[in-house]
């Protein structure tokens, strides 16, 4: 048998078309072969050679389908501005409504009032292609944000209020510091001048008139003076007295007692060997008694309360009497255990009235006017008498006071 007839070719002219016919005419001549096995032979030939380079496919066209399409209805209470997942859609009157065509799915709806100050944005869900209504409710936060500026506008009426108030004390303030300068001044220039003639101010002859006032206010600045100035006693903060508290009964008592601003106190009394305690915070009170048996602390009764809540602070009732609301009046003059003494209303800020007997010779306290006691089912009025001044860091203190409730012996 002859070899095939690509054996005598190259390679590429059994692949290549041109080959092909080229071998189809050497099958012809060579052999005489008939036509229907040359046509047979170039069909297979021709396969062969397309399947060496692969199939040549063309892709498919790619068929889209058009997106669903649904209606949304933006309803709006207040007149305002929407926008739809971030574009701008334009205005909506109050009570009125827009519609936009969407694709299903969640969609973002903002809705701004016209004054740009309030907005409320929602998300909202299209399921199906009918009709979504989108209610959108301005008006609550229109509402929320006008009553919290009202809110605002108020509390800073209030602030301004009491700061205007605030100031308007501190120049009564100042204006009764200076009228007191001047009185000291004044009251100061008189001692001076006395002194010059070798005697006190004659004030017992001063009429108790329209000069009144002045005349008292002279009087609590020569006090105040005398006990070692406002400033020094603006300065103490705390004051503690030790001693012994008389009694009929049980004898020479020790005691400490502490004060400190604003009307705080507490009191600590020896007896037989055990401690009597009073504490009063300014506000309420507690007590505890062992010598009457009771182991427990117990709060203040109503009346205890009201008794603690009437008492000086640590400068008195005379320092800064002004600024505590108290107005003084001279009543006269008085004798109290052989001095001479102005006689002193205080009628404080409220409405309680009390006495305070001042030396004329020294302007010290002789004696003031206690809070009455409820002794024996009646109320019976309290005298305090101060004796035996002494300086104490130029702070001038009495180290020994009596207390003398009326009708009582031995008080």
């Given at each position: ?49 397309q399947q060496d380079e692969g199939p040549i496919l063309k892709p498919k066209k790619p068929v889209t389908k058009p997106a669903a399409s649904a209606t949304l209805l933006v309803i709006c209470d207040l007149a305002c501005n929407w926008k739809l997942d971030g574009d701008a ?28 100050l309030d907005q409320v944005k929602q998300l909202s869900e299209v399921r199906s292609i009918s009709q979504t209504v989108v209610n959108i409710e301005l008006k609550p936060v229109h509402e929320t944000r006008l009553k919290t500026e009202q809110e605002a506008r108020n509390e ?30 004044e009251a100061a220039r008189a001692q001076r001048e006395s002194v010059q003639r070798g005697r006190m101010p004659d004030v017992r002859n001063e009429a108790v008139s329209a000069t009144t006032e002045m005349s008292a206010a002279r009087i609590v600045d020569q006090n105040v ?187």
């Amino acid at each position: 048998m002859r070899p095939a007839p690509c054996l005598e070719m190259s390679h590429e002219v059994c692949k290549d078309g041109n080959g092909l016919i080229t071998f189809a005419l050497l099958l012809i001549n060579k052999w005489k072969m008939a036509p229907f096995f040359v046509a047979l032979a170039l069909v297979t030939l021709t396969a062969f050679a397309q399947q060496d380079e692969g199939p040549i496919l063309k892709p498919k066209k790619p068929v889209t389908k058009p997106a669903a399409s649904a209606t949304l209805l933006v309803i709006c209470d207040l007149a305002c501005n929407w926008k739809l997942d971030g574009d701008a859609k334009g205005h909506i009157d109050a009570g009125g409504s827009a519609k936009a065509k969407v694709e299903l799915g969640q969609h973002l709806v903002a809705a701004t009032t016209e004054d740009g100050l309030d907005q409320v944005k929602q998300l909202s869900e299209v399921r199906s292609i009918s009709q979504t209504v989108v209610n959108i409710e301005l008006k609550p936060v229109h509402e929320t944000r006008l009553k919290t500026e009202q809110e605002a506008r108020n509390e800073a009426e209030r602030e301004k209020k009491e700061r205007e108030d605030r100031e308007a004390r501190e120049k009564a303030a100042r204006e009764q510091q200076e009228k007191e300068q001047t009185t000291r001044e004044e009251a100061a220039r008189a001692q001076r001048e006395s002194v010059q003639r070798g005697r006190m101010p004659d004030v017992r002859n001063e009429a108790v008139s329209a000069t009144t006032e002045m005349s008292a206010a002279r009087i609590v600045d020569q006090n105040v003076s005398a006990r070692g100035g406002l400033e020094a006693w603006r300065a103490i903060r705390t004051l503690s007295f030790t001693g012994k508290l008389g009694t009929e009964a049980a004898g020479q008592l020790p005691f400490v007692m502490q004060l400190e601003r604003p009307r705080k106190r507490r009191l600590e009394i020896q007896f037989k060997g055990q401690t009597a305690v009073q504490v009063f915070d300014g506000s309420n009170g507690w007590k505890l008694r062992p010598y009457r048996g009771r182991q427990e602390v117990e709060p203040f009764t109503a009346e205890e309360l009201k008794m603690a809540s009437m008492q000086d602070d640590i400068d008195g009732p005379l320092v800064d009497y002004a600024a505590k609301g108290t107005q003084v009046t001279l009543e006269g003059i008085e004798k109290v255990e052989g001095h001479d003494a102005f006689k002193l209303r205080l009628d404080k800020r409220g409405g309680e009235v009390r006495r305070v007997w001042i030396e004329t010779q020294t302007f010290l306290e002789l004696k003031i006017e206690g809070t009455p006691r409820r002794l024996g089912g009646k109320i019976s009025p309290v005298e305090i008498f101060y004796r035996d001044y002494k300086s104490v860091d130029g702070l001038m203190v009495p180290y020994v006071l009596e207390t003398i409730v009326q009708g009582v012996k031995q008080s």
